[in-house]
């Protein structure tokens, strides 16, 4: 049975907003306050879509978050009406309205860790939302991730569904962000790698010391346990402190894999040689050839990565069996960094294209082409049961654009986000794509 992985990316919200929220995201912090274009960066996202689309790649759309969350609000002690929460959020904690109007979900790495049904006990596709309980303004979103993914993946015969882990630091959990899977063949058996930042119960593991580590290692165990995975084909490594403190907040800031290849900073994790050398053993024992490129820290420097994104990259499988990394513009302007594609491609591996995409509504907020993405490999019978209003067509795009250009601002400051005609609008326009995408009721303004 022919299978394929597909790239679920996020739609961005109509409240994206530059708030600079993320602790540990130097992006985020550091444009902190400027005006953004809502509507440029959803067309952006769009367009990147359709761009893998048209070069033969199965796409799906993952639909946005209500914003701003004034249930959020009432659960902090505001009320009133809608337009009165608002207001007095607006007037007595605007960082709480700023985090209750935050388009993060765009960022759909994070929304779930998923695991192949080649790889689960039952044979089927399992999903567990992510916690994000680091963060105030993402540890709301698991709720309406998860009634989405399950209108999305919603035939049980071929998909499982998991709550959030619990919500408390020891069990932070940041999804795909610091997971990925290393095959074969997508549809064949393979060897789920799980990077976490710190340990909660063994102090024996060392931790970053400026920024927050996101991923426990007891999260990452428990979400293997909760999709039946096998010790033989699940390998868990630890992320270096060092370079989490120096902004990478998840393993996607700093590493991508696909198929038999990960591709990976010198720095990137703790004893990388052992680590290496067990991906390379458990894919050995289901028939892979894990092949790993290290780029040295002398040609590319941790700082040269993270503001580039070089890493949080999409590495995506041509038919002829060569691969394609998908990079923001920000690549091709740092000199170090676009010196580096240039010898990769050159030299004839297993990465022989680089296309360059402009994200840079996203980018400022901290996030690259691999956040905007959550992969899901999937046979032909899973594919066919996947909710068809999801999956990017010719017609879809043109359908999505309409719908961002008639609902979208074109500039969004933090005063704007006070306006209680924002929540009217942003209603609207999640109400008209939950039937353009055929999901049904999956928000709360929905559901209550």
Not at 28 to 50: F, H, I, T, V
Not at 91 to 120: F, G, I
Request: hydrophobic share 40%; charged share 20%.
């Amino acid at each position: 049975m022919k299978s394929f992985e597909v790239n679920f990316d996020g739609l961005v919200g109509p409240t994206h907003n530059y708030g600079g929220l993320s602790f540990g995201n130097v992006a985020s912090q550091s444009n902190s306050q400027q005006a953004s274009n809502p509507k440029e960066a959803a067309l952006q996202g769009l367009e990147k879509m359709k761009a893998l689309m048209d070069m033969g790649f199965v796409q799906g759309v993952l639909a946005p978050q209500e914003r701003p969350d004034v249930a959020g609000l009432r659960s902090l002690g505001f009320c009133g009406t809608d337009a009165q929460v608002i207001e007095r959020a607006a007037k007595e904690a605007m960082p709480l309205l700023v985090a209750s109007c935050s388009a993060s979900s765009m960022w759909v790495a994070n929304a779930a860790t998923v695991s192949p049904s080649a790889d689960t006990a039952d044979g089927r596709v399992h999903f567990t939302a992510a916690n994000l309980n680091c963060k105030y303004h993402r540890s709301i979103e698991h709720p309406t991730t998860s009634r989405v993914l399950g209108a999305m993946f919603a035939d049980p015969q071929h998909f499982a569904h998991h709550a959030a882990l619990p919500a408390v630091a020891q069990f932070g959990d940041e999804g795909a962000a610091n997971h990925t899977r290393f095959c074969r063949e997508y549809g064949e058996a393979g060897v789920e790698f799980f990077v976490y930042g710190r340990s909660a119960f063994d102090s024996r593991y060392p931790a970053p010391q400026k920024y927050p580590a996101r991923q426990t290692l007891e999260a990452s165990q428990a979400v293997a346990r909760l999709h039946g995975l096998s010790e033989e084909g699940v390998v868990f490594a630890q992320q270096n402190p060092s370079v989490i403190d120096q902004g990478v907040f998840h393993n996607d800031v700093i590493a991508v894999g696909n198929g038999e290849l990960l591709f990976h900073h010198q720095d990137a994790f703790l004893n990388t040689e052992h680590m290496l050398a067990e991906l390379h053993g458990k894919l050995a024992a289901r028939g892979g050839n894990f092949q790993s490129i290290s780029v040295p820290r002398d040609q590319v420097a941790v700082e040269d990565a993270v503001r580039s994104y070089l890493f949080n990259s999409q590495l995506l499988s041509r038919a002829d069996g060569s691969m394609l990394l998908i990079v923001p513009e920000e690549c091709r302007s740092n000199p170090r960094v676009w010196q580096y594609l240039q010898g990769l491609t050159a030299a004839g591996g297993p990465i022989r294209e680089v296309k360059v995409f402009d994200l840079k509504q996203s980018m400022q907020n901290g996030g690259g082409p691999a956040c905007l993405r959550l992969r899901v490999a999937l046979n032909e019978a899973e594919l066919a049961a996947v909710n068809p209003g999801v999956i990017m067509t010719p017609a879809l795009y043109d359908t999505l654009t309409a719908w961002v250009n008639k609902h979208y601002r074109d500039a969004l400051r933090e005063s704007d986000l006070a306006d209680p005609q924002l929540l009217l609008e942003c209603r609207a326009a999640l109400d008209e794509l939950t039937q353009i995408l055929k999901l049904g009721a999956v928000y709360p303004f929905q559901i209550n």
